[in-house]
């Protein structure tokens, strides 16, 4: 062990070597306290503790950076949960000393550099299955926005046009369009974009899509058109609707070059990440009119404020505050089962263990894990090493933990749950590219799993 | 004083047209063309080219018949309106030659087409050109009060900003999820159908109710149908209206049949405003009964939302009458439109009609005698002509008439169409109830209809 840190309440001596890479599994049992586990940039567990609270300590951090969170978290949290609001470069993850496993409520993790967390034996997971309708319902409604003019010509009401005759009433519904045959084209056809696809069809949109990513033959399955790049799918298109997530390659993939290659006075709608539209190519296109109309629910600024930035002064915008994955019933699927992939790393193996790992194979790659067997692979001191921290944790933003009230399920008074202590992971069998990771079953789940 | 004389003849024809009997539309080379007016718009570029040769064509620009100059009242054969005016018995009673008047668009609740049929005009209508924009939009409708995209965009105008997460669901409070919800649609026509399917792509489970069809439609769509109107509210989380306006139906939504809806329920009309009680609608909003409301129609229009019995409701999205307008619909209508009017001029009425909405009260009206030619009043074949001035232009409410600068075809100094005086109608047999009646082969038409 390359560093050990002394605990200064405790004066334990535990492992923790980040910088060789090697981290001990997440001790649980009998014998030992519960792990930590840390929402990061919210402050509500109410939907989290109650599958968690068995197993870990729960506490929340409110941060919208990593420093204002408290310095017992960054060294003793195990887990962390986390939203879109905050970011975790590699130096945010490197003040993490306990961290093994991070999960994204949600379906997006550009804000985690999950390459480098994979490094320091992080697993980065994800929840991608509880937006995907409400996404594409908010797209699609974005959509019939810009081709009714629904939110303007309300907006105009409200501000006081009044429309008496006829020609009144085609001026200021100006612009409305006839939706059937015109040709709605998809940038990255996953689940949101499948979901798009398949609404859009019903409107008599033609559909088109790209996607680089996908293996041949997709398009017949749902009876879509391809196509090869991304221009070709630029000049076809009458409404560009943008579903890829974001990743190194594709920032600013609509620019100013790129959207020269889009129709004149087509629309374009932004419900995937800010970051994939330079702010500044769009709110001239939209002055000059080589775009119609924009509406986009998520920015390169966030939060989106109509008075500040590129798209200060420009027409024929609709914007929404990064809402589209919202309904009750998403939101609060999303969080259980966010607490369930945390419970699963707590109980059982990283990755092995995790559903929606999204950087396992950058996670074999790194050191930490040699095609050797139990017997050698284990420090000596990680099995049964024990750190300790104090019960009724709750950290408020840059301050000192205070005891707890407003958590449910902090302090640990409940029976030990009786399970040994978990073996370090083997290294499973090289996955093939694309394959999804399989989760082993989970061990100790409640039923209702 | 030549001048005098001409109208005493006239005077004598309008005699004739006190006691009900109508000549046939007058046309040919020893006739001057039939005037046709456009009673409530001040645009023909449109209609022009399809009548310029059977018809001088004038538009009125009125709000009410109070504003129509005489001579159209005296003199026009054809009316072509759109919703703005509204043509009582009293109204249709002060035009004197009136024989066809043409609805553009689908709804033609503003004119008493009972009176008009006993008057001998057929009135018509063009149902098919705004289906899918009034469908579309209906779902945009939908769509909003779902997922709340206007009232976000409106925050954000406003200057709202969502930091986090729980900002954000503050700001999206109210976005529900689509899938399993119900949406009752209440009449099943051309509009009704189209919303029907699009919202079955959404995940909707769809109800519907109309006394009108026959059994098996739903069968015909995979939808289910509610025997009352009771047993659709009962069931809709989401009600929308697509039924035209009549007798019965006035204050559908009223009071008491709000308080059979769902708790929170929402409402979207985009019908008639006559279909609904503002201000049981009002009251509703105000206490939470129905969660949210999106009107394209209202009970007084132009709509304001300073001077409304909604004034003060919270939830609402309106727009101006707007939802049936694209330009490719409104061309289309208004082509429709004047096609009919050319096949009201130039063929029988109410055999050469295509979209005749009073058919079954003309055929029982007096001046339909079920006898042939030879009974025809002997002044009506080849009667003599009513003449108005050449280059009739647009004549301004309550204004004299001023020579045609900007209208084309207003002169006539083209040469005469050579056909023959149209004959008096014979009845034809009563069609069966629901049956489109079947319009004559156009004589005369040019190929492109």
């Known amino acids: ?43 509500d567990c109410t939907v989290e503790m109650p599958i968690l609270k068995d197993v870990a300590t729960v506490a929340f951090c409110d941060a919208q950076s990593t420093q204002e969170i408290h310095e017992k978290v960054l060294n003793e949290a195990v887990g962390a949960l986390l939203y879109h609001t905050i970011t975790l470069s590699r130096d945010d993850l490197d003040k993490f000393k306990g961290l093994r496993i991070i999960v994204r409520i949600g379906s997006g993790f550009d804000n985690v550099d999950i390459k480098a967390a994979a490094e320091l034996g992080i697993a980065v997971c994800n929840v991608p299955s509880s937006s995907v309708e409400e996404t594409a319902d908010t797209a699609l409604c974005l959509i019939l926005n810009l081709y009714r003019r629904v939110t303007w010509m309300h907006q105009a009401l409200r501000e006081g046009t009044r429309a008496s005759s006829v020609e009144q009433i085609r001026e200021v519904a100006g612009g409305a369009a006839r939706i059937r045959g015109e040709t709605l084209g998809i940038i990255g056809l996953g689940r949101v974009g499948q979901a798009v696809a398949l609404r859009a069809k019903a409107f008599g949109f033609g559909v088109i899509f790209y996607d680089p990513y996908l293996p041949d033959g997709v398009e017949r399955s749902l009876g879509l058109q391809r196509m090869a790049t991304l221009q070709d799918l630029l000049i076809h298109s009458d409404c560009v609707s943008l579903h890829c997530s974001l990743n190194e390659h594709n920032h600013h993939l609509i620019n100013d070059f790129t959207i020269k290659q889009m129709r004149q006075g087509a629309f374009l709608v932004n419900t995937a990440r800010g970051g994939l539209v330079d702010e500044k190519a769009l709110a001239q296109a939209l002055k000059e009119g080589r775009i119609r109309g924009a509406a986009l629910d998520v920015h390169e600024t966030e939060p989106f404020s109509f008075s500040q930035g590129p798209l200060k002064d420009a027409p024929n915008l609709i914007c929404t505050p990064h809402t589209s994955w919202y309904s009750e019933q998403a939101s609060i699927e999303a969080r259980e089962e966010a607490a369930r992939e945390v419970r699963r790393a707590i109980t059982g193996r990283i990755p092995d263990s995790l559903k929606n790992c999204v950087n396992k194979e950058y996670l074999m790659a790194a050191s930490q894990w040699p095609g050797i067997d139990a017997a050698t692979a284990v420090h000596p001191e990680l099995n049964g090493g024990a750190y300790r921290f104090s019960t009724g944790l709750i950290v408020p933003t840059g301050g000192l933990p205070g005891s707890g009230t407003g958590v449910e399920g902090i302090v640990p008074a409940s029976l030990p749950i009786a399970h040994g202590i978990a073996p370090v992971s083997h290294p499973p069998h090289t996955p093939s590219p694309g394959q999804p990771s399989k989760a082993e079953s989970d061990r100790d789940m409640p039923a209702d799993q």
């Open 1 to 43: 062990i390359e560093s050990c840190l002394i605990h200064p309440l405790y004066g334990l001596g535990f492992p923790i070597a980040p910088q060789s890479g090697i981290r001990p599994p997440i001790m649980n049992g009998p014998m030992h306290p519960r792990p930590l586990v840390a929402l990061l940039d919210g402050r």
